[in-house]
C-alpha cells in the first residue's frame, strides 16, 4: 500500500468508532482539542513563522501571505471555533422527517456520517483546525491535506489536535495530514473505496484539477468573483460603509468584494464620494470607460478583470444603464459565490433575489458574512458553489448523509 493508502485505511478503522461515539464523547474530545492548541501555541507559530519566512524567500505575493500567516489572534479564533462547535446541537441521529404507511411500518430519515473526508487545500492553516473539528463533531474520520507552503504550520496544528483526541480516549487516526508533493493529492483522487468524500479548498487551478479528475466524490468549493449592484434607489452612505467592509475586512478570502457595479443615474453623485473611501483604504479601482470619466481616479479595466479574483486591495468597477444590465453582467462573470444588492426598492430586491443564482445571494449587507462562524456553524469546511447535496458555507450538517430506518411489527408487501 503507498503512504497515502495506509493512512486512508488507519482513516476508515478511526471512522467506524467516531460513527458511534455519543455527542458527550465528541464534545469533550473538541474540548480537549481547544485545549491542547491553545498550549501548543508558541510551538504553532513558531512553525508559521518559518512557514511564512519560506514563503516570502520565494516571492510569493502579499494576499498569500496572508491566507498562510497565523497570529495569537488568529489561533485564539480557531481555539474558539472548536469550543463553539462543542456547543452545537449533533447532527448525528437527526431525524430529517418521518413518517408512517397505512400498514402500520414507520420510515425515518436519520442523518448518519459520510466516513473519510479528505480535504485538499491551499495555504490557511487555520482550516486545519475547522475541518478537523467539523468532521469530527459530524461523526467523520479527516485526512487534511494542505499545501506544503504550510507544511510546518499544518504539522504543529495537527500534533495538537491529534493530543487532544488521545486524551480523551477517541482513536488520534480521526484527525490525519497528508504530506508530500502533488503525487498525494491524486493518490487522494484514486482512493475510492477508502476516502468517501474529497473538498477542494484554494485556487481555480487546485479546483478544477480535483473536479476533473477525482474518482472519489467531490463538493467543488468555487472561487469568489464576488459582485455588488448600488441600485439608483440606495442608501449611498449605506452602500459605502458595506461596500468597504466587503472589500477592505479582508482582501484575500473568497467571500471578499470583487467588482462594483453602479447604476448610471445615481453614479456620477455616488462615485467621487465611493472612490474617497477606497482611495483612503489602499484600494486602486480598475474601471469600464463611463466610471474613469466621472472620476479620473480609476484606472483602465481590461475585459478579464471582470472574471478576476483579485484577493487583494484591487476593485472591478462598471457603470450599468438598469438593474436588467446588472443581472446580465453578473450572470456573464459570476462564480456563484456571494452577490449582493444595495437597495431601498422592494421590487429590485426581489428580481435580484429571485434571478441571481449563487449560493449566497444579500440585501444591504456585506458578502463578508457569507462564512460558516459568522451563520453560526461553528465554522466551515469551505463554502460550496455547486448545487448538490450542500451549497454555500458548509457545516456539520452539510458533512452528513442520511439513512432510511424502517421499523414494522411482522409487515411483508403485498
Known sequence: MTAVAELAQASREAARRIAVVDRARKDAALQAMADALTQATDEVLAANASDVERARAAGTAEALIDRLALTPARITGMVDGLRSLATLPDPIGQVVRGWQLPNGVHIDQVRVPLGVIGIIYEARPNVT????????????????????????????????????????????????????????????????????????????GLINAVVSGSLVPVIETGTGNCHLFVDESADQAKAITIILNAKTQRPSVCNALETLLVHESVAAEFLPKAIDALTQAGVTVHGDEASRVIDGRVVPATEDEYDAEYLSLDLALRVVPDLDTALDHIRQHTTGHSETIVTNDVSSQRRFVAEIDAAAVLVNASSRFVDGGEFGFGGEIGISTQKMHARGPMGLSEMTSTKYVITGEGQVRA
Not at 131 to 150: D, E, H, P, T, V
Not at 157 to 170: D, N, P
Not at 177 to 182: A, N, R, T
Open 129 to 204: 483546525a475547522d475541518a478537523a473539528g467539523i468532521c469530527l463533531k459530524s461523526g467523520n474520520a479527516s485526512l487534511l491535506r494542505g499545501s506544503s507552503s504550510a507544511v510546518e504550520s499544518n504539522r504543529a496544528i495537527v500534533a495538537a489536535l491529534r493530543a487532544g483526541l488521545e486524551a480523551t480516549g477517541l482513536p488520534a487516526d480521526a484527525i490525519a495530514l497528508v504530506e508530500g508533493g502533488h503525487e498525494t493529492t491524486d493518490e487522494m483522487m484514486r482512493a475510492r473505496g477508502l476516502i468517501d468524500l474529497l473538498i477542494p479548498r484554494g485556487g481555480a
